[in-house]
């Protein structure tokens, strides 16, 4: 690692990172893609949830250019993002029971549908819930979250009354590598470490999840449902075709 500047540290931290997510989790990608895949194939529809800034991951992937069109957001108000006064509210709403699973029954998602959960610790109760919920109702369940915060003498403890995970209630579990605290760097006269770098494994899973799913269905000769820039000349008509075919299964356009 660069001992220079912090920035090409942060960098070279990130790319260590990336490094052991291509190396290691390349099975359990393979895994998650051919499950979406799966989904889509049968007809079902997919799912994106993340709490506070997990759910940067999860809006990544939604009505993306590049991406497939299929991918809707299954937002719970208040935790989606920082766009509640206070911000820690959002965190103080992960921590309900209940929550999860009222949200998951109001929503269109079904049996037969798949749902990915990005939890940088998977200890809350909100994503254990959703995970256990989702897979009582039948949908399949794609986890993001660092195994480090489940294992290990200095794991945290679960929030969830079971006591369990969310790599406990998932078909198929991404780890992102992000050790206890996410804080990559280190620097003499700072009292705490700093630049986290969860939002680059996570983002990095969510697309190559995606990549694979895209690829795994024009190998069975499924054209994968993918979307357009519109800033590209016929862009907007592509993806006009594509809301009109896949339109029942679509739902950020209602």
Not at 119 to 129: F, I, Q
Not at 144 to 164: C, E, K, N
Not at 212 to 227: E, F, H, K, M, S
Request: with cysteine.
């Amino acid at each position: 690692m660069s001992e220079s500047r912090p920035a090409a540290q942060y960098l070279d931290a990130s790319i260590g990172l990336l490094t052991r997510i291509r190396d290691e989790e390349a099975d359990n990608i393979g895994a998650a893609g051919t499950l979406l895949a799966d989904t889509v194939a049968d007809g079902g529809r997919l799912f994106a949830f993340g709490a506070g800034h997990s759910g940067l991951a999860a809006q990544d992937v939604v009505y993306r250019a590049g991406g497939l069109a299929l991918m809707n957001l299954l937002s719970v108000p208040g935790t989606v993002g920082i766009d509640v006064m206070p911000a820690t509210l959002g965190s103080a709403l992960e921590r309900v029971d209940g929550l999860a699973a009222a949200v998951l029954e109001a929503s269109p998602a079904r049996a037969g549908d798949a749902l990915i959960i990005i939890s940088l610790s998977g200890r809350n109760s909100l994503p254990v819930e959703m995970a256990l919920s989702a897979r009582a109702a039948g949908i399949k369940v794609i986890g993001v979250t660092s195994l480090s915060y489940a294992t290990g003498p200095d794991a945290p403890t679960s929030r969830h009354a079971s006591g369990s995970y969310l790599r406990d209630h998932c078909d198929v579990v991404l780890d992102s590598k992000i050790t206890i605290g996410d804080a990559e760097l280190t620097h003499e006269g700072v009292d705490t470490p700093f630049a986290p770098a969860s939002t680059v494994t996570a983002s990095a899973l969510m697309q190559a999840t995606l990549a694979t799913c895209a690829a795994t269905l024009a190998d069975r000769g499924i054209q994968p449902p993918l979307l357009r820039s519109g800033n590209v000349d016929g862009g907007l008509e592509w993806n006009a075709k594509v809301f009109e075919e896949y339109g029942d299964r679509i739902y950020y356009r209602r």
